[in-house]
T-cell receptor, first 112, second 113 residues
Framework: QKEVEQNSGPLSVPEGAIASLNCTYS??????FFWYRQYSGKSPELIMS????GDKEDGRFTAQLNKASQYVSLLIRDSQPSDSATYLC????????????FGPGTRLSVLP | GAGVSQSPSNKVTEKGKDVELRCDPI?????LYWYRQSLGQGLEFLIY????????KSGLPSDRFSAERTGGSVSTLTIQRTQQEDSAVYLC???????????FGPGTRLLVL
């Protein structure tokens, strides 16, 4: 099993809907998780980080961490066409060195 | 403050030539990472520096690739005898220390003809 896995998509949602992006992780991963957004042709930019079990909200974004089930999700409320991008799940590993792994990303398309 | 910067932003070279890509991390960040991203693909880890410790080179695809970080700050990624399959966006990121949030530079788009 890869350390971090995501459905590559594309995930299409209508404007105004809730977009739900999911990520699962392996036992090698520690308890620090990050969601990045990458627009086509641009670099990844951090949206949110989450370290504790439960929900963390920031504006239209909510990150959810479930350690028992080993998944982390990102909900985008009131989706806008400008949210169309690839969303990368990332996690830190329990070792020195290559201690940060990225999932392959999920491509989100918000349809007007 | 200033973010991560990379230069050049674009580089076109001929097959067989050497190229150098530069990364200036955020001031004070001790961890620095290089990634490669081919068109439509995910991030491929290349190399990681943490302070003055020996770098983790486990992601370098061949011995044509090397990187150094001088004075714990600026880093240079060198690709010798470039091949067409080296064409990609090379991204640099830095973080306060290992395992913390990474901040990315704008990338260098390399095209090997």
């Amino acid at each position: 099993q890869k350390e971090v896995e995501q459905n590559s998509g594309p995930l299409s949602v209508p404007e105004g809907a809730i977009a739900s992006l999911n990520c699962t992780y392996s036992d090698r991963v520690s308890q620090s998780f990050f969601w990045y957004r990458q627009y086509s042709g641009k670099s990844p930019e951090l949206i949110m980080s989450i370290y504790s079990n439960g929900d963390k909200e920031d504006g239209r974004f909510t990150a959810q961490l479930n350690k028992a089930s080993q998944y982390v999700s990102l909900l985008i409320r009131d989706s806008q066409p400008s949210d169309s991008a690839t969303y990368l799940c990332a996690a830190s590993l329990n070792n020195y060195g290559q201690n940060f792994v990225f999932g392959p990303g999920t491509r989100l398309s918000v349809l007007p | 403050g200033a973010g991560v910067s990379q230069s050049p932003s674009n580089k076109v070279t001929e097959k067989g030539k050497d190229v150098e890509l530069r990364c200036d991390p955020i001031s004070g960040h001790t961890a620095l990472y290089w990634y490669r991203q081919s068109l439509g693909q995910g991030l491929e880890f290349l190399i990681y520096f943490q302070g003055n410790s020996a770098p983790d080179k486990s992601g370098l695809p061949s011995d044509r690739f090397s990187a150094e970080r001088t004075g714990g700050s600026v880093s240079t990624l060198t690709i010798q005898r470039t091949q067409q399959e080296d064409s990609a966006v090379y991204l640099c990121a830095s973080s306060g220390t290992w395992g913390e949030t990474q901040y990315f530079g704008p990338g260098t788009r390399l095209l090997v003809l």
